[in-house]
Structure formats: structure tokens, C-alpha cells
């Protein structure tokens, strides 16, 4: 005698969904909303650029004007990734250009060193503006802001830079 191979005892029908339908809008094999696999509540992928808004918008600002414009291209397909970069391309370039205007000057006219000190505030605001841009792009999830104290004056230009991009 042979033995019997394991499953249901023959003369039972197979097992199969449960008696009933599903409910409507689903399919059979599809898993409702927020239940596929690799997702994560609160988390937006960009469009097609292989980085989220969040990562996106942080290394726009991560070394200030030079990583700004690398993300304006890389992040193109994002809008808000770019206005980030247009963003930290326009403010923090203007510092680095401000600074270097202050810096010829400084060394042209000695002015009891008071132009000097004007350059050293322009770096110390520079380099609070950087790690408030820093933390408000991580912390906000890649989601647009305007830089404190001169958000009035440099987002006209960024949004004008971000929409240039294709």
C-alpha cells in the first residue's frame, strides 16, 4: 500500500478565497491603500529623479551655492527640490559674492576696519542662515520656505531660476 500525498482528503473542493465578495475597488491580489509593500506614511518620492524631496531639498543646501546649482539640474523633475537649489543658489551665491566685494574693498580702503567687521557679520549671518536652512529643509520634509529675514527678496529670483529649468 502506497501512502497518500499530504493535502485535503480527496472529495473536498480546494481552498480558495473566503465565500463573498471583496469589497468595491479592490481587485483580488491588490492590497489596499497603504499596505504595499516598501511604503511609508508620510514619505513623498520625487517624480522620476531617484531622490526624495526631503534629501533632495537638504543637499541643496548642504555646501550653499555650489550644491545648489548641482541640484538644480539633478533634482529638475522635482519643482520643489529645484526651488530649493534656485534658492540656495541665489542667496547664499549673493553672500559669497558680497563677501568677496567686501573683501576687495577691505583691502583697498582701511577704513578703521569697520568694513572688515561688516565682512565678518555678513559670514556669521551666512553661517546661521545655512544651519536654519539646513534643519528647516530636513525637518519640513523637502516642503518650500522662505529664507528668514530676506525670504521677501530672494524668492522672486528662485522662483524665476526653478521655473528656467527643464
Known amino acids: 500500500m502506497q501512502n497518500q500525498p499530504p493535502g485535503p482528503p480527496s472529495g473536498t473542493p480546494p481552498p480558495g478565497p473566503p465565500p463573498g465578495n471583496p469589497p468595491s475597488g479592490y481587485d483580488q491580489g491588490t492590497p489596499p491603500p497603504g499596505n504595499q509593500p516598501g511604503y511609508q506614511p508620510g514619505y513623498q518620492p520625487s517624480a522620476t529623479s531617484g531622490i526624495d524631496k526631503r534629501t533632495g531639498a537638504f543637499l ?90 530676506v525670504g521677501g527678496v530672494v524668492t522672486p529670483y528662485a522662483e524665476q531660476i526653478a521655473n528656467s529649468v527643464n
Open 60 to 149: 541643496a543646501y548642504l555646501l550653499g551655492w555650489i550644491t545648489g546649482l548641482i541640484m538644480l539640474f539633478v533634482g529638475k523633475n522635482d519643482p520643489d527640490v529645484k526651488y530649493h537649489a534656485a534658492q540656495s543658489l541665489v542667496f547664499f551665491g549673493g553672500l559669497q559674492v558680497l563677501s568677496i566685494i567686501l573683501s576687495i574693498v577691505s583691502g583697498i580702503v582701511h577704513l578703521f576696519g569697520f568694513i572688515s567687521i561688516v565682512g565678518y557679520l555678513v559670514g556669521l549671518f551666512a553661517f546661521i542662515m545655512w544651519i536654519v536652512c539646513l534643519y528647516k529643509a530636513w525637518s519640513g520634509g523637502g516642503a518650500r520656505f522662505e529664507i528668514p529675514l
